[in-house]
């Protein structure tokens, strides 16, 4: 309640104050200039943008600006850079709201691809989130974290596995008893590695995040592939994206769950930790545990055709009945993680990533996480 109270005083504030004051500079804004001005206001990227002082060669364009310019395209939900320029040329108010007063202030293409480039290597956007839910959610608790991943398609070349890779997945494919005089070298899964690591530094050094292919079922038990990665969040109730993490796109959610979970807890409190069928591990349930979470996970029978009936057979008990267990009704609340993905995609540039390598793409995905995340903050509060 308390965070609702503090947007809602923020929200009036803006409407009061800073709205009129910036219509008598501009002219009447549209509800899209409203939306990037509460975005911007709300974000205050300008303060994380590091300014070059260096002496050497030419000063680089002011970065601030720029910053503000790529949280605009997300906001719009621009496809390219290009376009972004070209709406920035003819667009009076667009370009005054990110920091240039005259059209010859606008930067090159060029230029915009290299703060691009900075803005990845310093992980901008991903800082700058961290900042926007510690500053709005670290003091309230946080009833349910839904947690799951998507897949990320994006116009790059997959890289080849290792040979050390391949011969350690062919070792794990291996089943059955071994034969007489086979010896097999025991594999440690990277969930059991995670375990004895002190540091979530640790923990996402040791995920693969180059691009390569993914398969996964959808909801219609076909199976799907795609070329690229996989983002992994935590959504805290009201769809608020608390914590992402880019992976390959072949990795599986439950090697992520660990890693993922301790960047939540560092940033909010929360009392419960709902997961799909993918996550359904001991080590998971226990670790989510020693956070002091309940877990709620969905029970994965896998090849246990005896659990398969049971879980059944259960089901058309409870249905029978009109019983439905609090586990299973608060269960339904991780159905925000599938809106979170899906607004992402269709509304903050989540289906139009031009740019390539892992530092980029997760750049580009922030930024539209940035936006989505101030729109929900917004949203909550006015419900």
């Known amino acids: 309640m308390e965070l609702v109270e503090r947007i809602s005083g923020y929200w009036l504030k803006i409407q009061?104050?800073?709205f009129p004051w910036l219509e008598e500079s501009f002219g009447k804004l549209t509800e899209k200039e409203q939306k990037l001005i509460v975005t911007l206001d709300m974000i205050r990227i300008e303060r994380f943008v590091a300014l070059n002082n260096s002496l050497r060669g030419r000063p680089p364009e002011e970065r601030a600006p720029v910053a503000r310019a790529f949280v605009a395209k997300?906001?719009?939900?621009?496809p390219t850079t290009r376009a972004l320029l070209d709406r920035l040329e003819c667009d009076n108010k667009l370009r005054r709201?990110?920091?240039?007063?005259?059209?010859?202030d606008i930067p090159s293409e060029a230029t915009f691809s290299r703060a691009y480039e900075e803005f990845s290597e310093t992980q901008l956007s991903t800082h700058v989130h961290e900042a926007l839910i510690v500053n709005n959610l670290s003091e309230d608790i946080v009833g349910h974290i839904s947690r799951d991943s998507t897949e990320i398609e994006v116009r790059e070349k997959p890289e080849k596995k290792l040979k050390a890779e391949s011969e350690m997945e062919s070792l794990k494919q291996k089943r059955g008893r071994p034969k007489k005089g086979e010896e097999r070298a025991k594999v440690t899964t990277r969930l059991e590695r995670q375990q004895t690591m002190t540091t979530v530094d640790e923990m996402l050094d040791d995920l693969p995040n180059k691009c390569d292919v993914g398969t996964k079922k959808n909801s219609k038990g076909h199976k799907e592939t795609w070329i690229g990665y996989k983002l992994h969040i935590?959504?805290?109730?009201?769809?608020?994206?608390v914590s992402c993490i880019l992976t390959s796109a072949s990795v599986h959610d439950s090697q992520v769950s660990l890693p993922l979970a301790s960047v939540t807890n560092q940033r909010v409190t929360n009392l419960y930790d709902l997961m799909d069928s993918a996550y359904d591990?001991?080590?998971i349930r226990e670790y989510s545990k020693s956070l002091g979470h309940i877990p709620i996970v969905d029970i994965n029978p896998r090849r246990n055709t005896e659990l398969k009936e049971d879980l059944k057979a259960e089901a058309r008990r409870f249905k029978f009945l009109h019983f439905e267990r609090p586990e299973s009704r608060r269960y339904k609340e991780r159905?925000?993680?599938?809106?979170?993905?899906g607004r992402l995609k269709d509304e903050f540039g989540g289906r139009m990533i031009r740019v390539r390598g892992h530092a980029k793409v997760m750049t580009h995905l922030m930024f539209g996480m940035l936006a989505l995340t101030a729109d929900q903050l917004l949203r909550l509060a006015a419900t």
């Not at 997300?74 to 621009?78: D, L, R």
């Not at 709201?97 to 010859?104: L, Y």
């Open 16 to 18: 009061g104050s800073l």
């Open 74 to 78: 997300a906001v719009y939900n621009m």
């Open 97 to 104: 709201i990110c920091g240039w007063e005259m059209k010859s």
């Open 234 to 241: 935590d959504v805290a109730d009201g769809q608020i994206p």
């Open 281 to 283: 591990a001991p080590v």
């Open 335 to 341: 159905t925000s993680v599938e809106r979170v993905y």
